[in-house]
């Protein structure tokens, strides 16, 4: 029969009563809208104590509800909390036990992974005590018919290990996958909103690199996932974004909390507008070089674009970036869309080379080895603010790009700002220094409007 990893936690993390665990864990989903549509291939939840992060849980678990009948395996990968150790752990039990009941493990599943995905191993030590993973499995147990589990902790590995043995478990309709992670961990309650929300931005852009270890206790694990999502073309979805100063706890240290959900586009669907310009950021991309050379070689603009996508005959707004040796190099482009976004980009394209003040003309040397991108902002939105507290407390750092103005003083940041001034307080006092304010420039006049970006750069 083999043997069973019994409960650790019940008791602590939640109920052991099963009457009371299914009492509170109902009167989590009775506070869920019911859920009609897409069912998640992927979702990221919290596992906390049930009393802080279960309301956001739900939420996600709540996703499920189409497929409670048609999901029969779960691979649940959390971080290791308690066990130092390499690579991935799977159990050698043959089931999970939980107030609620017994939950078989999918043994061949494991098997095929060990087999096939080098840094994956049996280390029942580290499932022993750990309370990631199993504070799911309630949530799932209330959630679902009948299932198998293939349960992995996640110790100190690369996270392209994670998104191998997820891509080896991937299975089709019958399988999801379950991401479990906190987010930040003993900040106050507006310092953890602003470190929460960073995270977010990470996750829902896919940005794996952008999410680091102390922004989640399980970023290994996610930053697997977005890997494989990105890859896949999976659309994301942020359910819940909280922290236990919002559920069950105090505001001078708190955990944050989130929810995700990953599914795959719907058959037939246009691309997102996001997608669809990176299938042409070749084509732009080609449009800024062969400008800039044409200008170095000729003194000429090259010959306008023809036989284009009609995305790119469009009106749009760009920025062109020019960087050496990562050394910004040059940066002009365009806040409004006035013309077709193909010749926003090659005006901008020589702008940025031969006319931005702070820098001396190129020279044909330096066409080399030059890394230009094309940022393809959205219509800047403005904001309703009262002030610069309130102005800074709606910045969404990473996602956020900027404009500020007071009278004829005005700047702008595109998002990418962000990589390198990650405090909302500083990025706001930079782009004060660039419209030529000072850093506490106070006014009732100033003015601010926020857009989004599409990078689009070599790959």
């Known amino acids: 029969m083999g043997h069973v990893r019994p409960a650790a936690v019940a008791g602590m993390f939640y109920p052991a009563d099963p009457l009371a665990l299914t009492r509170e864990l109902e009167s989590y989903f009775a506070s869920v809208p019911v859920w009609a549509g897409p069912v998640p291939k992927a979702i990221i939840a919290p596992h906390a104590g049930t009393v802080y992060s279960g309301p956001i849980a739900a939420r996600a678990y709540a996703r499920l509800t189409p497929a409670q009948a048609s999901i029969s395996r779960v691979v649940l990968v959390g971080p290791s909390h308690r066990v130092a150790f390499h690579g991935i752990a799977a159990s050698s039990a043959a089931f999970f036990d939980t107030p609620l009941g017994r939950i078989p493990i999918d043994r061949s599943a494991i098997d095929s992974l060990l087999a096939h995905v080098p840094g994956t191993g049996i280390l029942d030590a580290a499932h022993a005590a750990e309370h990631s993973l199993e504070v799911h499995l309630p949530f799932l147990q209330m959630m679902l018919d009948r299932f198998v589990l293939v349960p992995l902790v996640v110790g100190d590995a690369d996270p392209a290990l994670v998104a191998q043995a997820l891509d080896t478990l991937w299975g089709g309709p019958e399988t999801l996958i379950v991401v479990s992670s906190d987010l930040s961990h003993y900040l106050d309650y507006a310092a953890a909103r602003a470190a929460d929300q960073r995270s977010c931005a990470a996750i829902e852009q896919l940005d794996a690199a952008a999410l680091l270890q102390d922004q989640a206790c399980g970023c290994i694990p996610i930053r697997g996932l977005l890997t494989v999502a990105k890859r896949r073309g999976l659309c994301v979805e942020t359910i819940d974004l909280r922290n236990s100063g919002d559920t069950a706890g105090p505001r001078d240290r708190v955990v944050g909390y989130g929810a995700w959900a990953f599914t795959a586009p719907a058959a037939g669907a246009e691309d997102s507008p996001e997608a669809a310009l990176h299938?042409?950021?070749?084509?732009?991309?080609?449009?800024?070089?062969?400008?800039?050379?044409?200008?170095?070689?000729?003194?000429?603009?090259?010959?306008?674009?023809?036989?284009?996508?009609?995305?790119?005959?469009?009106?749009?707004?760009?920025?062109?970036?020019?960087?050496?040796?990562?050394?910004?190099?040059?940066?002009?482009?365009?806040?409004?869309?006035?013309?077709?976004?193909?010749?926003?980009?090659?005006?901008?394209?020589?702008?940025?080379?031969?006319?931005?003040?702070?820098?001396?003309?190129?020279?044909?040397?330096?066409?080399?080895?030059?890394?230009?991108?094309?940022?393809?902002?959205?219509?800047?939105?403005?904001?309703?603010?009262?002030?610069?507290?309130?102005?800074?407390?709606?910045?969404?750092?990473g996602q956020d790009g900027l404009i500020i103005a007071d009278g004829e003083r005005s700047a702008l940041f595109l998002p990418s700002v962000w990589e390198v001034l990650p405090d909302p307080a500083e990025f706001l006092a930079q782009l004060k220094r660039k419209a030529g304010m000072r850093p506490d420039h106070g006014s009732s006049r100033l003015t601010a409007q926020r857009f989004s970006a599409v990078e689009l750069k070599k790959s």
Not at 283 to 308: F, K, Q, R, V
Not at 336 to 355: E, G, Q
């Open 279 to 397: 299938r042409h950021a070749a084509t732009l991309l080609e449009i800024a070089h062969a400008n800039i050379e044409s200008m170095l070689t000729s003194g000429h603009p090259a010959p306008p674009a023809t036989d284009i996508a009609p995305l790119l005959r469009g009106d749009g707004a760009s920025f062109v970036t020019l960087r050496r040796d990562g050394d910004l190099r040059g940066c002009i482009g365009s806040a409004t869309a006035w013309r077709a976004l193909a010749d926003d980009v090659a005006d901008n394209a020589i702008k940025a080379a031969f006319a931005d003040p702070r820098f001396p003309p190129l020279t044909p040397a330096e066409l080399d080895g030059l890394d230009i991108s094309v940022s393809v902002l959205t219509p800047p939105q403005p904001m309703t603010i009262t002030g610069e507290a309130d102005l800074l407390a709606q910045l969404r750092p």
